[in-house]
């Protein structure tokens, strides 16, 4: 798993990581290397000791920014040459964290896919979209857990007193105050998407005109007694 799929929470936890001077040393290390590197040379660039550069490229592996891969070096020869070496990689060239959850590099993709998708198919551009959100919300669906695609993208599901959910959190937020019906309607196809792949119906999305700052723009209808 790359750190940009990291669960929300675990984002947070790898980036409070690099708050340590030499861990934050070490993984700039390792991405200007531009490829594997090990723990021996990690030291000697960095002028660490040994011990200290495991401790915490082994930190940065658990916290899913690094991984780690083994493989045998034609340079080292002798007793044990014949044994794969321990070599560090990026997971990921960059990693980002909001408070609350947003997702503005989601809806970034999907606008670029549906600018590609309007010149290509010369249709309208918010219908492109639309279809290409639709698509997304399918990839990312759980059959029988929408709550839990719900609350993995950041919504943030509240059970109402209708018997549905209001999602608190609104992942563009910040997008939909300056381009609200663009916007509105990317988010509403992505969560039909979503709904429909998790075994809901996509009528389960309803607008809530009366969402407050910061919600999103749809709710929830009372779910299937399956989900």
Known sequence: MGASE??????????????????????????????SVGR???????????????????????????????????DRTGPGSGRPSKLYIPAADEIGVSIPERHYDLAGHLMAAAIHRSVDDCVPVVAALCDVAA?????????????????ELGYEPSSDASGGYQLLNCP??????DHK??????????LGGAALASGE?????????????????????ALDDDS
Not at 11 to 33: F, M, P, T
Not at 40 to 55: C, G, H, I, W, Y
Not at 172 to 177: G, K, M
Not at 201 to 221: E, F, L, N, Q, Y
Request: proline share 6%.
């Open 6 to 35: 990291l669960p929300w929470i675990r984002k947070i936890a790898a980036v409070a990581s690099l708050g340590d001077k030499n861990r934050r040393r070490l993984y700039e290390y390792v991405l200007g290397a531009g490829g």
């Open 40 to 74: 021996d040379e990690a030291a000697m660039a960095l002028e660490l000791p040994r011990s200290s550069v495991s401790f915490h490229l082994d930190r940065l592996v658990r916290e899913g920014l690094l991984r780690v891969e083994f493989r045998k070096s034609p």
């Open 135 to 151: 698509a997304k919300g399918s990839e990312l669906g759980m059959p029988g857990d929408f709550l839990g695609v719900l609350s």
């Open 172 to 177: 563009f937020h910040r997008l939909s105050r």
């Open 181 to 190: 019906d663009v916007v509105c309607a990317m988010n509403g196809a992505l």
């Open 201 to 221: 119906s996509a009528d389960v999305v309803v607008p809530d005109p009366d969402h407050g700052p910061g919600s999103c723009c749809a709710r929830i209808a």
